[in-house]
């Protein structure tokens, strides 16, 4: 079960889609700092802009691992730039001494479609990604269709029987509930949906 996870793994991180880092300087201010920072670093396949861009607690967050595993997981995905979105855009940003949050919307990639709300700290006057808080714009249909796509793709696709479940479990999830299960940091539920859906088929 954990290849399987692994397999699943691209369509939870965000990693790679939302590295941060401050670019400020020259007068910018915090809020165009932080929207330039989203947007040019939204492609980044640099590994050593994983602890560069993004805190711990982020890592740990979108790699549902802990500790240094964390960092080697998105040193590891952060080459493999499958999943990634074309562009992103930056909106609603909000700055408050060291802390601040954006919406930032998807075009492409896993994720194409929705809108984040993302959240960030400021470290030795560098702007990092702290925490995914949820969905500010959430098209469930979409992602739905977007994780289908991915499951039958990829060196190890899901069998149409097991993709369709599990489309049809996401397809029932709340809003809290998709959150949870996306930024949740824990590997746990997406496992026993897979699980389940394979369970069932086999009986």
């Known amino acids: ?56 607690k982020f890592m740990e967050q979108t790699e549902a691992v802990k500790g240094s595993k964390a960092v080697k997981s998105c040193e590891e995905e952060a080459e493999d730039p499958e999943g990634d979105p074309e ?10 001494g060291s802390k601040a949050t954006a919406d930032t919307a998807f075009n492409g990639g896993n994720f194409d479609g929705q809108t984040l709300a993302v959240a960030l700290v400021e470290e030795d006057s560098d702007w990092k990604l702290d925490e995914v808080t949820g969905f500010a714009k959430f098209d469930q249909d979409k992602l739905v269709e977007n994780f289908e796509e991915l499951f ?7 069998e149409p029987p097991v993709v ?40």
């Not at 889609?17 to 007068?27: D, E, I, N, P, Y």
């Not at 369709?164 to 479990?169: D, H, R």
């Open 1 to 56: 079960m954990r290849k399987l996870y692994l397999a699943l793994l691209p369509a939870l991180l965000l990693a790679l889609a939302l590295g941060l880092t401050a670019c400020g300087g020259g007068g910018e201010s915090d809020e165009d700092a932080v929207v330039e920072t989203i947007e040019t670093s939204a492609t980044s396949s640099d590994p050593a802009d994983c602890e560069a861009l993004s805190t711990q």
């Open 87 to 96: 562009s992103v855009d930056v909106s609603n940003v909000v700055v408050d």
């Open 152 to 158: 039958q793709s990829g060196e190890e696709p899901l």
């Open 164 to 203: 369709t479940c599990m489309g049809e479990v996401f397809g029932e999830l709340s809003k809290p509930e998709f959150e949870e299960l996306l930024f949740g940091g824990s590997q746990q539920p997406i496992i026993e949906i897979a699980e389940g859906c394979q369970e069932g088929l086999q009986q």
